[in-house]
Each structure stands twice: as structure tokens, then as C-alpha cells.
């Protein structure tokens, strides 16, 4: 089956932990992406990795922070979380640089802060 | 920058009834335009694209045409069922870096 994997599918942690999300494409795709889902269905793009190269990088904290080891894989971290990361984290893979590049999803990674 | 604009926040209708989301964009050049769904517990899925003027895309009954002249990708569907209920994102995506900008997403709720 071809398509973008994400685990786990949901986390509850505490504030000041570090929380690790995986992802993982079959598609071939070159690109991948990590949007934030907030609770009002805002989708927000976070990172952007083409070929492990980082080519976008939105104003996020430093706190969060991507890991690539190859191009089918983009994994993300968040060092001390805080309440307001409380969110959908969605990992999407795409052909790059055409504007006719549709993204393919993952079923996102539910994530509590308490 | 681009930008997309969707009109409705959230649309209720009834079954049979006709949808119509609006999106407008603003971009230079000629993006492509792209409408997503996103159903509950899931990641948005591909609906469609259109890349030209005039261009209609579609998709499992739903349809929009790109209008560069209004910057309008309205999406609309004759009859919507119960099972058309989800969350519908307008995007264009970038001629140079093929970047996809999202709109704020329509929440659409068909009642049986």
C-alpha cells in the first residue's frame, strides 16, 4: 500500500515533556511537510524537507524541531511542550516545485497537553 | 503573498440540497487551484485541480472552475448527502515553488 504513515495516532503528555512524532511515505515523493491542525481546522504549515534539505521553515518555536533520515521519513520533535501545542500534527508528502503538486496526508497525530 | 479566502466558516444544509463554497485567491501568475476534504479522524484528501482559465475540475460530483478574472474557485454540488459531511479546503499552489497555501477551511453539516 502506498501512502503516508504517521504514528502515533494519539498522545497525551504534560507540560515540559518531549514528545517525538513519525512519519513515513510510500508514494516516492521527494518533499514532505508537517502542518498543525488547530481546533478551529486551521491548517498551519510548520516544516518543509526536500531530499532531507530543509527548504521552509515558518515561524514555529524552537522547540519544535524536524528530523529526516532519508527522504521517505520525516520525523518531528517537540522538546518541552507547552499547552498550546495541544493540536493535530499532519505529515504530507508531495512532488516538489510544480505548482500542479498535489499533497498527499497522513491521518495525523493527535496531540494533549495537560 | 498568496492568499486564499473562503467565504463560509461553516454551511448547514439538508440532504438534496445545493452547496456552493466560495474561495477567491490572490496570487501572481497562474496558480494552480486545488479543493481537499477532510473527514472526521482523517488527514484532508486530494478532491480535485485545475491549473488554466476556465478550467473545470471535478470529482465525485463535485465541481469548481477557475476564473482568473473574478480569482474564484467556488466549489458547488448539486445534491449533497449525509455523507458529504466534513471539513472542505480551497488551496492554490505556487508556479515557482510549487508551495501549497491553504484557506481557513468551510465545516460543512448535511442533516438526513
Known amino acids: 500500500e502506498t501512502a503516508v504513515f504517521q504514528t502515533p495516532n494519539y498522545h497525551v503528555t504534560q507540560v515540559g515533556n518531549e514528545v517525538s512524532f513519525n512519519c513515513k511515505q510510500t508514494l516516492g515523493h521527494d518533499t514532505m511537510y508537517w502542518y498543525k491542525q488547530d481546533s478551529k481546522k486551521l491548517l498551519k504549515i510548520m516544516f518543509s524537507y526536500n531530499n532531507k534539505q530543509l527548504i521552509v521553515n515558518e515561524t514555529v518555536p524552537r522547540r519544535f524541531s524536524p528530523q529526516s533520515s532519508d527522504k521517505a521519513h520525516l520525523n518531528l520533535r517537540i522538546k518541552s511542550v507547552e499547552p498550546e501545542d495541544s493540536a493535530v500534527y499532519l505529515c504530507?508528502?508531495?512532488?516538489?516545485?510544480?505548482?500542479?503538486?498535489?499533497?498527499?496526508f497522513g491521518s495525523g497525530t493527535r496531540l494533549l497537553v495537560i | 503573498g498568496d492568499s486564499v479566502t473562503q467565504t463560509e466558516g461553516q454551511v448547514a444544509l439538508s440532504e438534496e440540497d445545493f452547496l456552493t463554497i466560495h474561495c477567491n485567491y490572490s496570487a501572481s501568475g497562474y496558480p494552480a487551484l486545488f479543493w481537499y476534504v477532510q473527514y472526521p479522524g482523517e488527514g484532508p484528501q486530494f478532491l480535485f485541480r485545475?491549473?488554466?482559465?476556465?478550467e473545470k475540475g471535478s470529482s465525485r460530483g463535485f465541481e469548481a472552475t477557475y476564473d482568473k478574472g473574478t480569482t474564484s474557485f467556488h466549489l458547488r454540488k448539486a445534491s449533497v448527502q449525509e455523507s458529504d459531511s466534513a471539513v472542505y479546503y480551497c488551496a492554490l499552489g505556487n508556479t515557482n515553488t510549487g508551495k501549497l497555501t491553504f484557506g481557513d477551511g468551510t465545516v460543512l453539516t448535511v442533516k438526513p
Open positions: 504530507a508528502s508531495s512532488y516538489p516545485g510544480t505548482a500542479n503538486s498535489d499533497y498527499t
Open positions: 485545475a491549473s488554466r482559465d476556465k
